[in-house]
């Protein structure tokens, strides 16, 4: 089995490319929302209304994949900060 390394700047630069990348997602997502908008001018009956039917529930999945990694990265920054105040407290034993 291979060496895990792991250090609080490794895990406060992850905690920022989720946050990063939940936003490049949702200008992606928006970005496809507006040329739907667009051309949804021109659709009626029930292409429209399968249309508007999909587009609630991939909003509603992106709001939730948008929480999720809203979740681990404040959480993977709070395991940094946890490794640092744990590093400090240790080294503080042998300062003694």
Do not use: C
Not at 15 to 33: K, N, T, Y
Not at 67 to 81: F, K, Q, Y
């Amino acid at each position: 089995m291979g060496d895990l390394s792991i250090t609080p700047a490794a895990l406060t630069a992850s905690a920022g490319e989720l946050r990063r990348e939940s936003q490049r997602i949702e200008g992606a997502l928006r970005a496809l929302e507006q040329e739907a908008n667009r051309l949804r001018g021109n659709w009626d009956g029930a292409a429209r209304v399968a249309y508007d039917n999909a587009q609630r529930a991939w909003s509603m999945e992106f709001e939730h994949m948008k929480t999720v990694l809203a979740r681990i990265a404040s959480a993977t920054e709070s395991i940094a900060e946890d490794y640092l105040t744990t590093d400090r407290n240790s080294a503080k034993l042998f300062q003694r």
